[in-house]
């Protein structure tokens, strides 16, 4: 079994949620403008480190989307997010902050680390680079608010980052944020992350994975009000039995209704 990030921190967030979206197979629908807005800014960030025209693949990728019927939030239409992507880009190369060298091997990078004779873990790390002169593992992030800074060293808290450098085995990690506004701004956010913080990320992924393979699935659905993970949960239609919902806001995918391979789970 190949484990993941996006897996562990499922599973953290509700243990049922985990067994929907991998055992079960039922998915979010992608019809977020925001989520399909980030994988083409992402394009056009490599286009800028290859020297090519980034731009001009902002606009390449963004337009597969435009006639699809996407959520847009926050008064968001599809001009104004190539807008508002053209004006970071252009923040950005201005900001001159961030050094990669050899795009090619250090863009996109995939981690793997064997965990046990059957399971591995595999992560895709954004960038490893130069951050103000500093070398980081660096993650992209657009979004429509800015990321909190206070208090200060708050970043160092930030599970991707811990699990990202227990990969890598790099101290020096980094977000750089895009932060779509009425007037657009680049966050450079760096922290560094200790030893005692990867050693206890491996032990949270062993005692994970412990959980899973033994079919723990309780859903933890008891936290009150007003941070009640169920209220934006994707999956809630299927935790209260509305079909309606479900077909809002999920897919199957195909195949996954074979559940035979559950038998195969050391108890
Ligand atoms: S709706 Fe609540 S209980 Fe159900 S999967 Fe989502 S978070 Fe868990």
């Known amino acids: ?22 055992l079960d197979g039922w998915q979010e629908k992608d019809t977020r403008a925001a989520m399909g807005f980030g994988r083409a800014f992402e394009r056009a960030l490599t286009a800028y480190f290859l020297r090519e025209d980034a731009a001009g693949v902002l606009f390449r990728e963004w337009a597969a989307y435009q006639n699809q019927p996407l959520h847009y939030s926050n008064g968001d239409s599809w001009d104004r997010m190539l807008q508002q ?83 890598t085995g790099i101290p020096e990690v980094a977000q750089i944020v895009f932060v779509r506004k009425r007037l657009v701004e680049v966050q450079y956010l760096r922290t560094t992350i200790t030893d005692e913080q990867r050693q206890e990320f491996g032990q949270l992924v062993a005692d994970t994975i412990g959980r899973i393979e033994s079919a723990q699935f309780l859903p933890h659905s ?3 009000f007003p941070q009640n993970p169920c209220s934006t949960c994707p999956y809630v239609g299927l935790c209260l039995g509305k ?10 995918r195909p195949g996954a209704e074979n559940l035979g391979w559950l038998d195969e789970l050391t108890y």
């Open 85 to 167: 992507g053209i004006q970071l880009l252009d923040r950005f190369c201005q900001d001159g902050r961030i050094r990669i060298r050899q795009p090619r091997r250090n863009l996109q990078i995939k981690f793997s680390r064997p965990l046990s004779e059957n399971n591995d873990f595999v992560a895709y790390i954004d960038a490893i680079g130069k951050v103000d002169d500093t070398r980081c593992l660096i993650e992209w992030k657009t979004t429509s608010s800015r990321y909190p800074e206070e208090p200060d060293g708050l970043l160092a808290l930030d599970p991707q980052l811990v699990c990202y450098s227990w990969m």
């Open 222 to 224: 008891g936290i009150r």
């Open 243 to 252: 079909q309606q919902l479900v077909e809002i806001d999920l897919v199957r």
């Open 1 to 22: 079994m190949t484990y993941s990030y996006t897996q562990i921190s499922q599973y953290l967030t509700c243990p049922r949620r985990y067994r929907h979206r991998y």
